[in-house]
């Protein structure tokens, strides 16, 4: 059985005072290639047997990086991992909260690989569920920002594929990366360049039929070892300087239909969501532009059979920020899907 996705490995108990109790855990899950593979991460729950079935929470967390050393979990019990876990552990909700397959395991992280992540949000909820005295049964909800928000659409649109067993009842993604092809555009040169190379080499590490040296120019193809010597700002500092149209050896990468068909297939606009979506986004995000969001929404509401969908913009709120304006509303809104209450749909309107 140490095979099967959401067997738990291993688990260490930190210390996160009066909120509760949690973990440091390894959890089994299983790579896109179909391998089994170790996952690690956090799960928090209200201090004391569980009663009954608890609501769960599993967060998808934002971009870190690509290498072991920027595991979210490492640095737990840290300042905004436990501001986003306090009001779910006092309203008596188990937290979930992966690393991603790759950071903190073995491999390069998948980065914005959305079956990878998506695995890695379902089996530590699994996981959980096999901690006695948890109880993590009861219905389940999913957060993530930026990449986050790529994981959590993907959690929505793959659920009924990847983990039927779980009482999924309601999605919020903030930020969520679409329309990857002008995504790409806008970042081109910019402050966040270095997202596209973590992005390009996790889908040469992830699929066979992709070659990340026929990409990039050979001038630079030592730098790609970067990858996995730092963090975001690490990669940021090594690929952000220099010019995009030298750092990349084709015209256009959509243009390669390999390249093409891997990078659609990981964007978020291919499948209908399968359970209730809410997208949350800042009109004056720097990284994921607000309009790419509403283009999103427009592509999910005409696929047939999708479940409701909302967006929320948030005014002058940037990136960042906006998870903070939002967060009031984010807990209301899981709170409604627990509870069972209709979810809006805006489609239509």
């Known amino acids: 059985t140490a095979d099967v996705p959401g067997t738990l490995l291993s688990s260490k108990p930190v210390d996160i005072g009066d909120l509760g109790v949690a973990w440091r855990v390894t959890y089994r899950s299983q790579s896109v ?35 072991d ?18 009001p ?9 909260a992966t690393d991603y397959e790759g950071l903190g395991g073995p491999g390069l992280h998948p980065y914005v690989v959305g079956e990878s992540e998506a695995r890695g949000v379902f089996d530590i909820v699994r996981a959980a569920q096999t901690m006695p005295g948890v109880g993590a049964d009861g219905p389940l909800v999913v957060w993530g920002h930026s990449q986050g928000g790529h994981a959590a659409m993907h959690v929505a649109e793959r659920w009924g594929d990847l983990a ?15 329309q990857f092809n002008l995504l790409s555009a806008f970042l081109q040169g910019s402050d966040f360049q270095g997202y596209l190379i ?16 026929s990409v990039v120019d050979p001038a630079y193809a030592h730098l790609l070892d970067e990858l996995e010597n730092g963090c975001t700002g690490h990669i940021f500092d090594t690929f952000n300087t220099i010019p995009y149209a030298d750092l990349v050896s084709v015209d256009d990468i959509f243009a390669i239909p390999e390249w093409n068909a891997r990078l659609t297939q990981n964007d978020t606009n291919q499948l209908p969501n399968q359970v209730p979506v809410m997208i949350l986004h800042g009109d004056q995000d720097e990284q994921i532009p607000v309009a790419s969001s509403a283009v999103l929404l427009s592509q999910l509401c005409a696929f047939e059979g999708h479940a409701p969908l909302e967006r ?19 807990v209301a809104w899981l709170e409604e899907r627990v509870a069972g209450e209709p979810a809006v749909d805006q489609c239509g309107n």
């Open 69 to 86: 050393e920027c595991a979210p979990s490492l640095t737990f019990p840290d300042d905004f991992s436990m501001t986003v876990m306090e």
């Open 198 to 213: 973590m992005a390009a080499a996790s889908m040469a590490a992830t699929y066979d039929d992709l070659d990340l040296e």
């Open 33 to 67: 290639a179909g391998d089994p593979i170790r996952v690690t991460g956090i799960i928090a729950a209200p201090a004391g047997e569980a009663s009954g079935p608890r609501p769960v929470l599993s967060v998808a967390h934002g971009t870190t990086g690509m290498a």
């Open 312 to 330: 929320r913009v948030y005014e002058g709120a940037s990136h960042g920020s906006a998870v903070i304006d939002y967060f009031d509303d984010l």
């Open 88 to 96: 779910f552990l006092e309203r008596g909700w188990v937290v979930t």
């Open 164 to 178: 039927p067993d779980l009482d999924l009842v309601g999605v919020a993604a903030g930020a969520p990366p679409s």
